[in-house]
């Protein structure tokens, strides 16, 4: 099957800081990814569609600002945190499905973000 | 607004019986029901499910959708500790391919 990497796994960051979280499509390509974050015991909220070559695309009460993304290839986009807080602790996983197929998303391993 | 829920939210049960998640949706545009186990980290593809009534099976793991009352199951027979998991339940769009969630099933196995 297709293949989404997601990097870091894992970062911890102080209060203030920005964090990136890279998402790689790996063997096809993808006009369009998508951000999800997960909280402790519940489900994937999608936050964004991520869009090749334009602006992404954000799902009603997710600050734009705040979550910046980039979709700069057609096998990467980046997802940052920026002036990081606490509340935005989470999981977040990005998932593409390549481009004319109606197959399955794949999903990248996740990032737990943890800002202290 | 598009839905997706699941049901039950939790189930416990004990190895060996069989459990059925539930998924039920209220979306413009459907395309494709899709299930997934989610482990530790990111879900794991079951199941994708389009037309009515045929029931696609891996395993002890079968699933059947509805697209007339818009719902759909996923069974699990002989149910093992290694299939605790939260069941994820999601909807595809025509001319999109977001997916919506619903909140999951968390699925717990005791010996």
């Known amino acids: 099957g297709a293949v989404v990497s997601q990097h870091p796994s894992r970062v911890i960051c102080k209060s203030g800081t920005s964090v990136k979280i890279e998402c790689r499509s790996l063997d096809f390509q993808a006009t369009t990814m998508f951000w999800y974050r997960q909280f402790p015991k519940q489900s994937l909220m999608l936050m964004a569609t991520?869009?090749?070559?334009?602006?992404?695309?954000?799902e009603q009460g997710v600050e734009k600002d705040k979550f910046l993304i980039n979709h700069a290839s057609l096998t990467l986009s980046t997802l940052t945190v920026t002036s990081a807080h606490p509340e935005d602790s989470s999981f977040y996983i990005c998932?593409?499905?390549?481009?004319?197929?109606?197959?399955?998303?794949?999903f990248g391993q996740g990032t737990r973000l943890t800002v202290v | 607004e598009d839905k997706v829920v699941q049901s039950p939210l939790s189930l416990v049960v004990h190895e060996g019986d069989t459990v059925t998640l539930n998924c039920s949706y209220e979306?413009?545009?459907?395309?494709?029901l899709l299930w997934y186990k989610q482990e530790k980290k990111a879900p794991t593809f079951l199941f994708m499910l389009t037309s009515s009534g045929i029931e696609k099976k891996s395993g002890r793991l079968s699933s059947i959708l509805d697209k007339k009352e818009l719902f759909s199951i996923l069974n699990i027979t002989a149910t093992q500790t290694g299939d605790s998991a939260i069941y994820l339940c999601a909807v595809s769009f025509q001319g999109a391919q977001k997916l919506v969630f619903g909140q999951g099933t968390r699925l717990t196995i005791n010996p």
């Open positions: 991520s869009n090749e070559g334009s602006k992404a695309t954000y």
């Open positions: 998932s593409a499905t390549p481009v004319g197929l109606n197959t399955e998303a794949f």
């Open positions: 979306v413009t545009n459907f395309r494709s």
